[in-house]
């Protein structure tokens, strides 16, 4: 966690006198490139620091600070920003780096602080991190199903304070023991005048008599050990921001790398801090709408998805229509998340919501019930499955599955699971044929921590199992770095899918990832073992290797354990028993379990309310005098994440992007990110820079904001 080089807000430099003394050591190291990795303050110092070069120079050549000669060496200046603030207040960017951290820490305590509300019957107020952003109070709010929250972009409405106090009791009424609201530190009313966590716990006080308590986390959200996304994303941002510099000339203007979805982009410095100085300025202003556009579409799609889950109540009106949702394959944390969002955003919609439990063999014995909005209340922040979830598939079961959707009246099925789920709906789709009952849409949610669904860059759960996976690989580390000349085998889940492997890897600092994708033979492994050779001769004495469980039949994790122990003979110790230097030490069903991280329950929700939007649609365009018939490919679909937005994709198209024998997709975006793994277990290889991000406009960008949710 934190800066190993060290950080700080440099009063110098703010002033021209800094500002040479800078450039000169700059000149004097023949420095001509700079990556500046910070917040808006240190990008917008960075600019004027580049915008003033030349005449940096000709002062110091001027005074005799540097030679005509190295100023000529030093005639221009690159730079290239990384955003590193736990605020994700910098416009441009999806996700900033250290961002994921923090929420991570915040839902620690908040998980903490919601087992201790509930046994007392309490209310909480947590304060957050953010002066003149509510990111992290928006996600927390979203990833724990916080009753209320405060955000500096959307200030409530006038008489705030009833609509609060209504919220509060009604949630208490369906049977809730305890009510989290969650507060930006810069949160205002719509006059400008603040909202503070103090203010709302009188009034709850005063107003309902609650039990209610204050928590202001603080500088405990700065700490910590970075999540295996920060350190993937500043992995892949540093990558990128290198590959900037190096094609920099002087008329390039600075620019910042940034991910926008699961893509990174390069975008101008300027005008990057320039929009992010409008969003303060149409705050201080009272523009709020303005504002809440300027922060991007993101920002607005996560803010309506939460109102929709907070604040709008079931229409007393109903659709007429039947939604049944379930879970397929094996369990992913997110899962639960996403069948809450699911069913209340179904509600919303005024439609009847089912339950099925066990999966698609559930559907055919009837284990079906009708699931009631407060049923879902606590279970964004459950692991597991609170459905149940099994990996039968439906071939068998067709009549049964026919006659039950039939006598519960289901017009529509939520799917959410992983390869199971995918290849079932793709049999209920040739089902069709001989059976009219299973002419309905469905829509797929890809939820599995292998992340082996074709489609989607990411399924609901594999964030949880990379940081499950990480933080084992730290502990086995530290252990490792105690007793020295130590080399552990770390086996990772994910079927033939090497995304666990190698992702872990690049968190973990591994020194190398066995996966099925990319092939290795007995000279590869001769390589790997002859490299921690050499590297036991360094001051890092300890290595980590990962193998995906089914990347190769023969060279099993026994036998790379075996080669490892007898090539190492003498360089470093191996031993087979309790205290074994060179161990093996399967992650493996730990990665389905434990709490989800923000991330998977943030994704888990969003996936749901989107999937609802889509099948209510669909249910519309496929009615015919009151019946509903579906039988056209693009009435089943899976929702995926591919590179920049969430898409529904037909699953017959996505057929043939799919390698069935290994249930893997054929092309996998990650495996780019392989050989930044090699680099930095300091292999000496070359890098495909192919694949560039090119310099877009930020202006641009905005303009084209998702339609409504």
Request: a neutral charge; hydrophobic letters at 40%; aromatic letters at 6%.
């Amino acid at each position: 966690g934190g800066t190993v080089i060290g950080s700080a807000r440099c009063q110098d430099f703010r002033t021209r006198e800094g500002r040479l003394k800078a450039a000169r050591n700059l000149v004097k190291r023949g420095i001509t490139n700079l990556c500046v990795i910070g917040g808006d303050g240190s990008l917008t110092g960075a600019d004027t620091f580049r915008a003033e070069w030349s005449s940096l120079l000709a002062e110091l050549v001027k005074v005799g600070g540097i030679t005509a000669e190295e100023a000529k060496k030093s005639s221009y200046l690159n730079i290239v920003g990384m955003v590193g603030s736990i605020d994700n207040d910098f416009c441009g960017t999806d996700m900033t780096i250290g961002t994921d951290s923090a929420l991570h820490r915040i839902m620690e305590i908040v998980d903490a602080i919601t087992t201790t509300a509930q046994s007392h019957q309490r209310t909480f107020v947590l304060e957050v991190m953010g002066r003149h952003c509510g990111y992290l109070a928006l996600i927390t709010a979203l990833a724990c199903g916080a009753d209320w929250v405060f955000i500096p972009e959307s200030p409530p409405e006038d008489d705030w304070e009833d609509h609060l106090c209504r919220r509060l009791t009604e949630t208490r009424l369906g049977g809730s023991r305890l009510n989290i609201i969650i507060v930006a530190e810069g949160a205002i009313d719509k006059h400008g005048k603040a909202i503070t966590s103090d203010d709302i716990k009188t009034l709850v006080v005063k107003r309902l008599g609650y039990d209610t308590r204050v928590t202001i986390l603080g500088h405990v959200q700065r700490g910590g050990t970075p999540s295996a996304f920060d350190r993937i994303l500043g992995s892949r941002m540093g990558v990128e921001a290198v590959m900037a510099l190096l094609e920099g000339t002087p008329d390039t203007p600075a620019c910042v790398v940034s991910l926008s979805g699961n893509q990174a982009v390069r975008l101008p410095l300027m005008e990057c801090v320039q929009v992010t100085k409008d969003v303060t300025m149409a705050m201080n202003e009272g523009r709020f709408d303005e504002a809440l556009k300027l922060r991007g579409r993101n920002f607005q799609n996560n803010w309506n998805v939460y109102k929709m889950l907070a604040h709008i109540r079931p229409p007393s009106t109903k659709s007429g229509h039947t939604l049944a949702v379930l879970n397929v394959g094996a369990p992913a944390a997110g899962m639960n998340a996403a069948v809450r969002s699911t069913v209340r955003i179904g509600l919303i919609h005024g439609h009847r919501m089912l339950a099925v439990h066990d999966g698609f063999e559930g559907l055919a014995y009837g284990k079906v019930e009708e699931i009631s909005w407060e049923r879902v209340g606590s279970w964004t922040g459950l692991g597991g499955s609170k459905l149940g979830t099994k990996r039968t598939l439906p071939k068998k079961y067709f009549e049964e599955i026919g006659a039950n959707i039939s006598n519960f009246g289901i017009h529509g099925l939520i799917i959410i699971g992983g390869f199971e789920a995918f290849t079932g709906s793709l049999e209920l789709m040739e089902g069709r044929t001989k059976y009219e009952e299973l002419c309905i849409p469905l829509c797929i949610i890809p939820a599995t921590v292998s992340n082996n669904v074709p489609g989607s860059d990411f399924s609901i759960g594999a964030d949880t199992a990379l940081n499950t996976i990480t933080t084992t690989c730290d502990r086995i580390k530290q252990s490792a770095a105690g007793t020295k000349r130590r080399v552990f085998i770390i086996e990772t889940m994910g079927g033939f899918c090497g995304y666990l492997a190698t992702m872990a890897g690049l968190a973990g600092g591994a020194d190398a990832a066995y996966i099925y994708e990319d092939h290795f033979n007995i000279h590869d492994l001769q390589v790997n073992v002859e490299h921690l050779t050499e590297k036991m001769k360094t001051t890092v004495k300890r290595g980590l290797i990962l193998r995906n469980e089914r990347c190769n039949e023969n060279y099993t994790t026994d036998f790379i354990y075996n080669l490892y122990s007898e090539e190492g003979k003498g360089i470093f110790d191996c031993r087979k028993n309790g205290s074994t230097p060179a161990s093996i030490h399967p992650a493996a069903f730990p990665a389905q379990g434990g709490t989800p991280t923000p991330f998977d329950r943030n994704f888990g929700t969003k996936m749901g309310a989107k999937a609802v939007a889509w099948i209510t649609g669909k249910i519309k365009e496929c009615s015919r005098h009151g019946r509903i018939f579906a039988n056209t490919d693009d009435s089943a679909c899976l929702l995926g994440m591919r590179k920049r937005s969430l898409v529904f994709q037909p699953i017959t198209e996505l057929k043939e992007q799919t390698d069935f024998e290994h249930r893997i997709p054929k092309e996998q975006w990650w495996l780019k990110l392989r050989p930044i793994l090699k680099i930095l277990a300091k292999y000496n290889i070359e890098l495909d820079t192919s694949e560039k991000a090119h310099l877009e406009h930020i202006t641009h960008k905005r303009i084209s904001l998702e339609s409504n949710i």
